[in-house]
């Protein structure tokens, strides 16, 4: 089966739907039901609607364009076709996608020529770097998630009657349930000292480039931001200016995060000390002004901020694989190993962990921007600890 190409463009890029609605779809497929340009046009409203967070627009983009694609070209029905049937065997489908669907490398969607966005045929909707295909229980969790508010949003619109995905009794026979709430990932304390070392270590020998690989990850860490609050985008610019001192001294910072929601963040002393640091690496004042407008992270290449998540990630995942080979190196090759698995959102936990054993944890909630004390207790082990140890000495016979 040939795989489809990119439906829908950047966050930057793509067209308001409101402004240009769909007319053909020619450029994206040759075959497609009656209804597909209505489907389309419904379906760039609903994704154009999260443009406010990179994540949550790339996120739902993903969900929908997946489910776009299996509706047109495998079941070769329009949405006001589909009922729970259809939903499960899209899951099916999903679990295990056909081989001509998955790329083993991210690539752009589209490209630039003579001024029109043209979808690139090297794209693919599924990719893996690690061989075979396996949808993960958090990607089929997104799938439900995004299809059912994208269902109500059609029923809102009076373009559907019904939620096929909430008509769905069991999708505990695709999702398993688990009896508690699941392990935080993060890092360790020695793959944290490895990780912090080796990006000081790369700013020392480099600061031209990497004290601001240096100051992410002390930022990521000491304020527990999001990677989506690094970044510059329509709804909100990170800026030096955000680094505010109160009346009596104290230092915070302003961000804007999930939910599209203000918090500010108390700013220790060894991260107002990173803070002094990066600044005098871009020749900047050793303080930020009030209202100082440069960007937070700059580009190292031309004016502004960085705009791109993925290259946050980038910087954050070459800090982690030198990390890594030093580790294996000096003989710690599980931990080397375990911090393969690691990700940007790690930092966040790591940071959030390690301080709930020494800060009231309603001080760790606020500036976490958690919405309840429940979340910010999933950081604390000392009873999954203690369960441990009581049956360490259990006996078989």
């Not at 937070?296 to 990630?313: C, F, M, N, P, V």
């Amino acid at each position: 089966m040939q795989s489809p190409v990119a439906f829908f463009d950047t966050l930057e890029a793509m067209p308001n739907p409101f402004k240009q609605p769909v007319t053909t779809l020619t450029h994206l497929v040759q075959e497609a039901p009656e209804d597909a340009i209505k489907d389309y046009q419904f379906a760039s409203e609903f994704i154009f609607s999260y443009r406010g967070s990179p994540d949550t627009f790339s996120t739902y983009r993903r969900e929908i364009e997946h489910f776009l694609h299996w509706c047109w070209l495998v079941a070769k029905k329009s949405l006001t076709e589909i009922n729970r049937e259809d939903i499960e065997a899209y899951v099916d489908f999903a679990r295990q996608p056909p081989a001509t669907w998955i790329g083993d490398k991210n690539v752009s969607r589209f490209f630039d020529r003579g001024g029109e966005r043209i979808p690139n045929p090297e794209w693919r909707p599924y990719v893996t770097t690690a061989g075979e295909y396996v949808a993960s229980q958090a990607g089929l969790q997104s799938l439900f998630s995004v299809l059912s508010s994208f269902f109500n949003f059609l029923i809102q619109e009076s373009y559907l009657a019904a939620n096929p995905v909430a008509q769905i009794r069991q999708k505990s026979k695709f999702i398993r349930k688990h009896q508690a709430q699941g392990r935080i990932r993060r890092l360790s304390p020695l793959q944290w000292d490895y990780v912090i070392e080796v990006a000081e270590t790369m700013a020392r020998e480099t600061p031209g480039v990497h004290e601001r690989t240096l100051f992410i990850m002390n930022a990521l860490f000491a304020m527990y931001l999001r990677v989506s609050e690094l970044v510059e985008t329509p709804r909100w610019q990170p800026q030096m200016g955000h680094f505010q001192a109160d009346q009596e001294g104290n230092w915070w910072f302003i961000t804007v995060g999930k939910g599209n929601k203000e918090r500010e963040i108390s700013v220790s002393d060894a991260m107002l000390g990173a803070l002094k640091r990066y600044r005098q690496s871009r020749g900047l004042p050793t303080l930020p002004s009030p209202g100082e407008p440069s960007p937070l992270i700059h580009k190292t290449r031309g004016k502004g901020g960085i705009t791109s998540t993925r290259q946050i990630r980038g910087i954050v995942q070459q800090v982690f694989n030198v990390a890594a080979d030093k580790m294996r190196r000096e003989g710690f090759v599980e931990e080397a190993e375990r911090l393969g698995d690691a990700t940007v959102h790690w930092l966040r936990h790591t940071g959030i962990s390690e301080d709930v054993k020494h800060r009231p944890r309603e001080h760790v909630r606020d500036d976490a921007g958690h919405g309840s004390s429940a979340i910010t207790d999933r950081y604390i082990d000392v009873e999954r600890a203690e369960r441990h140890a009581s049956a360490r000495n259990k006996t078989i016979r």
